[in-house]
């Protein structure tokens, strides 16, 4: 069962949909994930909808919501900042906990690519969340731009931008655009993959958000509440040693898996069964469906 509702974060109304498994029995609180989407992108026709279809099979609820400046969510259309999605993802766990088919005490979160930085940062500050799967998230902001953009003169070019984009608001007062492309890279062959709602021209100050958003630095916090940091091991968008550094400055209970053979969507069509059976089984150890 799905649901189209919406609940509010910071004054603003935000989009979402609701997955209740159809073997939910009457009055009986389920666990739940809250599902976060990538980059300037939507929970509908997205890597976020088929994490939270696949929670629904599992015999979670889920909730998939558009971040607000995304999608259908209010605000100001592009002008995405890390922090305020952090928000978005502590106000959804608010309005999820008072939903009559969840144990508010048992609400994770999942999050793919831009999401899973925001998931971990969001569980690292609020310990209301019970457990994180990141999905080929990052920790570092600074790092992951520079292993995205990786020649000296791809860097001189990111870093140009960003300085450009700040001259401009200073002089302007307005915000400086480029194409989202420009910020985080994405080769041809993946981009089918981008939700066909997803947002392709982004203010600088989104990248500037970015760049100085260090979910590293609260990952520790999140024990003894589980992690797993699931990542593709030749990773052509989000570097893979991001989620290895965030593993290596985690406290336990957390798991690292790498998979080979596919790029940053592991939950794309050709790889769904066997990603779904490492996640399946993470979940069936350390956070089960009764």
Same mark, same amino acid.
């Given at each position: 069962?799905?649901?189209?509702?919406?609940?509010?974060?910071?004054?603003?109304?935000?989009?979402?949909?609701?997955?209740?498994?159809?073997?939910?029995?009457?009055?009986?609180?389920?666990?739940?994930?809250?599902?976060?989407?990538?980059?300037?992108?939507?929970?509908?026709?997205? $890597?976020?909808?088929?994490?939270?279809?696949?929670?629904?099979?599992?015999?979670?609820?889920?909730?998939?919501?558009?971040?607000?400046?995304? #999608?259908?969510?209010?605000?100001?259309?592009?002008?995405?900042?890390?922090?305020?999605?952090?928000?978005?993802?502590? =106000?959804?766990?608010?309005?999820?906990?008072?939903?009559?088919?969840? +144990?508010?005490?048992?609400?994770?979160?999942?999050?793919?690519?831009?999401?899973?930085?925001?998931?971990?940062?969001?569980?690292?500050?609020?310990?209301?969340?019970?457990?994180?799967?990141?999905?080929?998230?990052?920790?570092?902001?600074?790092?992951?731009?520079?292993?995205? $953009?990786?020649?000296?003169?791809?860097?001189?070019?990111?870093?140009?931008?960003?300085?450009? #984009?700040?001259? $401009?608001?200073?002089?302007?007062?307005?915000?400086?655009?480029?194409?989202?492309? +420009?910020?985080?890279?994405?080769?041809?062959?993946?981009?089918? =993959?981008?939700?066909?709602?997803?947002?392709?021209?982004?203010?600088?100050?989104?990248?500037?958000?970015?760049?100085?958003?260090?979910?590293?630095?609260?990952?520790?916090?999140?024990?003894?509440?589980?992690?797993?940091?699931?990542?593709?091991? =030749?990773?052509?968008?989000?570097?893979?040693?991001?989620?290895?550094?965030?593993?290596?400055?985690?406290?336990?209970?957390?798991?690292?898996?790498?998979?080979?053979?596919?790029? $940053?969507?592991?939950?794309?069509?050709?790889?769904?069964?066997?990603?779904?059976?490492?996640?399946?089984?993470?979940? +069936?150890?350390?956070?089960?469906?009764?």
């Amino acid at each position: 069962m799905q649901e189209k509702l919406t609940f509010l974060s910071d004054g603003l109304k935000i989009s979402a949909v609701l997955h209740v498994p159809d073997s939910r029995k009457p009055g009986q609180k389920l666990p739940a994930f809250i599902v976060l989407h990538g980059f300037v992108g939507s929970k509908d026709e997205s $890597h976020a909808e088929i994490q939270a279809q696949m929670m629904e099979e599992f015999g979670y609820v889920a909730l998939r919501f558009d971040f607000r400046c995304c #999608g259908e969510s209010e605000g100001e259309r592009a002008q995405v900042r890390c922090f305020d999605q952090v928000a978005d993802a502590k =106000n959804a766990m608010t309005f999820l906990a008072q939903r009559e088919e969840v +144990d508010p005490a048992r609400i994770g979160v999942v999050g793919h690519s831009f999401g899973a930085a925001v998931a971990v940062y969001a569980a690292g500050v609020d310990q209301r969340f019970a457990c994180v799967i990141s999905s080929c998230g990052w920790g570092d902001g600074e790092r992951k731009f520079r292993g995205q $953009h990786p020649t000296p003169e791809a860097w001189a070019r990111f870093t140009g931008l960003l300085e450009e #984009g700040r001259r $401009h608001k200073q002089e302007t007062g307005q915000s400086k655009w480029i194409s989202r492309f +420009d910020a985080v890279p994405i080769p041809e062959a993946l981009r089918k =993959n981008l939700s066909p709602k997803a947002i392709l021209e982004i203010p600088v100050e989104t990248a500037l958000s970015m760049y100085n958003f260090r979910a590293e630095d609260v990952v520790a916090d999140i024990a003894p509440r589980p992690i797993l940091f699931f990542h593709t091991a =030749n990773d052509g968008i989000t570097p893979t040693e991001q989620s290895i550094r965030l593993f290596e400055k985690a406290a336990q209970p957390a798991e690292l898996m790498l998979v080979t053979g596919t790029s $940053h969507f592991p939950l794309s069509r050709d790889d769904a069964p066997r990603t779904k059976a490492l996640i399946k089984g993470w979940l +069936d150890k350390f956070f089960p469906v009764p």
